[in-house]
Each structure stands twice: as C-alpha cells, then as structure tokens.
C-alpha cells in the first residue's frame, strides 16, 4: 500500500508548491526598505520649479509617497483610484513624478485631475534609485518618525487600501505623536 | 569528422547562433513595454516584430554607450562590466544589468559607474544596491539562514538518493539466496567444459 502511497504523497507536495509558484507575481521583489526611514530627497515641486519639497517637512505626519509618471500605463488606470482615496482624506498622497517631462506630467494631471498635495520632479530617476524604484506605479506608506512602513508595487486597488493601507494608516495615527 | 557531418554541425551550430541572436533580439526589442509592468502582451510581440528586423541588424555594438558626455574610462567599464554581469535587472528579471536596455538598467549603470569613480569599491556598490533593491538584484544569493535551503537543498537530495540507492541494492542482495555447488553440479558443470571445442593456441 505504502508502495503506491508514497508517489502520491511526493505528487501532492509538488502540485501544492507550484500551485503556490504560479500564484505569485515575480514582479513584486519585497522592498528591503519597510521599517527603514524613507530616504530623504529635497526636489523642485512640479507645479512651482522655484519651491522645493522634502522629505523631512512631513515628519510627525502620516502620509503615501506615489510614484508616477506620465509614461506610465498602470498609473492611468490607478489614477481614479488615487483621486477617489485622495477625496477620502484618509491620508496625504503626495507624488514623486519619476523621470517625466515635467510639461507632459502638468498635461497628465490637467487632463485626469491631480489626486496629489503636491508632486515633485525626479527627472533623473536618482531618488527613484534611493527608493528601490523599479517599476511604477510604486506607493510607499511612511509613518511619523519617517519610516517606511508599507510598499506598493503596482497599482493600489480598491482591495490593497482597505485590507493594507487604511489599518495601517488607522493605527499609525493612533500610536506615537510627532517625537 | 566526414564532411557530411561537418556539414550538419555547422548548421546546427548557425542555427543556435541565430535563434540566440534572436532571442536577444526579441528581449531587447520588448523593453519598451516591458518597463511598464501592464501585460499587454498584444503591444509587446508587435514591438518586437517590428523592432527584431532593425535590432538584430543594429547588433550589439551599440548597447551600453555611456550616457554621460565624458570620454569613457576603459578602467572603468571594465570594471562595470564584471559588475553588472552579476547584477539583476530588476525590470526585465531574466537579463543581467549588462545585458538589459531598460531605462532603469541604464540609470545604474550609470550610477555604479559614478561610484566607481568616486572610487568606491566592489562591496561597497553591491551593498549599496541590496540597500535599495534587496538581495533579489544579486544573480549569486549570499549565504544565509534563510537560503540554506538552496545552497544545501540539491546536497541533501543527492545524499538521500545515495542513501536509497544503497538501502535498494543492499536490499536486492540480500534477496538472492547462495546455494552451494554440489558436487553433481561441479561434475557436470566440469563435463560440459571439458567438452566445449578447445581454441587451438599457436
């Protein structure tokens, strides 16, 4: 018995792992940033070249770093949503406009709305790097003391805020003031 | 080697090289699209025929030009080439940052070959990228709790099978049961030689 058991068991254990394998997007390499501070940046604001904005000013302040671009397929299709949750007023989306033409981005925003505080030009791509940017759209959730606590890789559906975002935003609020 | 069989081997041997030519051809002509992570495989392949005429010609001669103005280092790109050989491309995930043409894999390059000059060492520009990316962007994991399972896995399996295979024949000669020749079977036995012809030796 054992003789025929033993096959099916080793069988089973194999279609489990690549049940498993299939199942999962090689594309979303876990970030080595969460729990990390978020990298700081101090970039030209892309509706106003002569402010900057950076990263420091929101310490003490819960808020979602949106990578974009205009280039950026995915982002069209996210970027209802962004507006949507931004009207919600869970939480301050800010944008990092990634290696854009700074008059196509304006265009973008014009044309679909601009769900964001503020974005800020990274024409170069080098904070992209900073953040371990490699395909947008990519959201990072930072908490008060500036650490980046959860990331997005791809689009955040209606599904990923409420389940991942929202709690996290919810007991980010409630825990610890600004230090 | 006959010259028939001269013949296929080469043939064989060109045809791998095309189809390889082609492969690449095909993954280059993909990044475009690739960069952006939506399937849209439609637009992909049709990029690719396109492109695969025009890229296969261009060749690789072209790849990896440096995009600042600066003449470039030979130093350098030496360097960054034994670098990013092991490096990961993490937009197109099968391609080293060598190989790959995604924008992001440009800007790293570049970026490692700033570090370079900056004279920062080997370590130093790797641990700098895992900082980033993670371990994912390196080709060779380190060694560690949680790769164990990799590094060790295939030895563990291999020992197992050695350990089975040995249990399996230990286990089918123990099945075989010695008898003793009898003296009846050694008579006949040595009657039956003794008759078989004799090879003359000269």
Redesign the interface.
């Known amino acids: 018995m054992t003789r025929y058991l033993i096959p099916l068991v080793i069988f089973g254990v194999l279609v489990v792992f690549l049940a498993i394998g299939l199942g999962r997007d090689p594309h979303e390499v876990p970030s080595p940033l969460i729990n990390k501070p978020a990298p700081p940046f101090k970039l030209a604001q892309l509706k106003d070249p002569s402010k900057t904005f950076s990263a420091e000013e929101m310490r003490g302040r819960v808020w979602l770093l949106n990578v974009w671009a205009s280039w950026c397929i995915t982002c069209r299709d996210e970027h209802p949503l962004l507006i949507e949750y931004a009207r919600g007023g869970a939480v301050p989306i800010f944008g990092l406009n990634y290696k854009d033409k700074p008059e196509d981005a304006l265009a973008w925003l014009g044309e679909l709305g601009d769900p964001y505080v503020l974005s800020v030009s990274d024409l170069d791509g080098r904070i992209g790097i900073d953040y371990g940017v490699y395909g947008a759209p990519e959201t990072y959730l930072i908490d008060k003391q500036g650490v980046i606590r959860f990331k997005q890789i791809g689009p955040v559906t209606p599904d990923i805020w409420t389940k991942n975002i929202l709690p996290l935003v919810q007991e980010m609020n409630r825990q610890g003031g600004s230090r | 080697m006959s010259s028939k069989r001269m013949l296929i081997w080469s043939a064989v041997t060109c045809h791998r090289f095309v189809m390889r030519q082609l492969g690449a051809a095909v993954r280059k002509a993909a990044i475009p699209t690739c960069?952006?992570?939506?399937p849209?495989r439609f637009l992909r392949v049709f990029v690719s025929i396109v492109l695969i005429g025009s890229a296969a010609i261009a060749a690789s001669a072209q790849l990896r030009r440096p995009i600042s103005n600066d003449p470039p280092d030979p130093a350098v790109e030496q360097r960054l080439a034994k670098l990013s050989q092991e490096l990961r491309c993490?937009?197109c995930?099968n391609e080293t940052l060598a190989d790959s043409r995604a924008?992001?894999a440009e800007?790293?390059r570049e970026?490692i070959r700033t570090q370079i000059r900056a004279g920062k060492s080997d370590q130093e520009i790797i641990a700098f990228l895992?900082?980033?990316?993670?371990?994912?962007i390196l080709y060779r994991p380190p060694v560690r709790p949680k790769t164990y399972l990799l590094w060790f896995g295939p030895f563990v399996l291999l020992l197992g099978g050695l350990a089975l295979l040995f249990r399996y024949v230990k286990r089918r000669r123990d099945m075989i049961d010695e008898q003793p020749l009898s003296n009846a079977d050694r008579a006949q036995a040595e009657k039956l030689l003794s008759s078989a012809p004799r090879k003359e030796t000269t």
Do not use: I
Request: hydrophobic share 25%.
């Open positions: 960069r952006d992570r939506t849209n993490l937009v995930q924008d992001l800007d790293l970026e895992t900082q980033r990316y993670g371990d994912f």
